[in-house]
């Protein structure tokens, strides 16, 4: 599988930005889909993740109510829509997938990843 990440950017306290990731290869109808997030000096964190069939969806505490993934079908797009973003949001942000139905937060357990993008949020 390869996941192609694009979106991200620069915004103010309290503005949106929008990243997406499109999967390509092979299907991921059997996977979950997640983003990671790791900002400069910390540990690569999990923000988000789905089930892409069925779409049940999980979010950190620290992005619940702010940040909302969900995934497109038809495009085979994993998206991540950021709002009220904060400085501490700031970080590069990681699509990856996991071959498996059942979602996990930690890193270890994704089997592919994509490339970093950077949000930056200015206070």
């Known amino acids: 599988v390869q996941l192609q990440a694009c979106g991200g950017g620069l915004v103010q306290t309290g503005g949106s930005l929008r990243l997406s990731c499109a999967a390509s290869?092979?299907?991921?109808?059997?996977?979950?889909l997640g983003w990671f997030r790791q900002a400069p000096g910390k540990e690569r964190e999990f923000v988000a993740a789905?089930?892409?069939?069925?779409?049940?969806?999980y979010h950190a505490d620290s992005v619940k109510g702010r940040f909302t993934i969900s995934r497109d079908n038809t495009k085979n797009t994993l998206i991540l829509q950021m709002n009220s973003l904060k400085p501490e949001d700031t970080a590069v942000y990681y699509c990856?997938?996991?071959?498996?139905?059942?979602?996990?937060?930690?890193?270890?357990?994704?089997?592919?990843w994509g490339q970093g993008s950077q949000v930056t949020v200015s206070s």
């Open positions: 290869g092979r299907t991921v109808s059997t996977y979950v």
């Open positions: 789905i089930i892409w069939s069925g779409g049940t969806t």
């Open positions: 990856a997938a996991r071959t498996n139905r059942i979602i996990s937060t930690r890193r270890e357990h994704y089997n592919y």
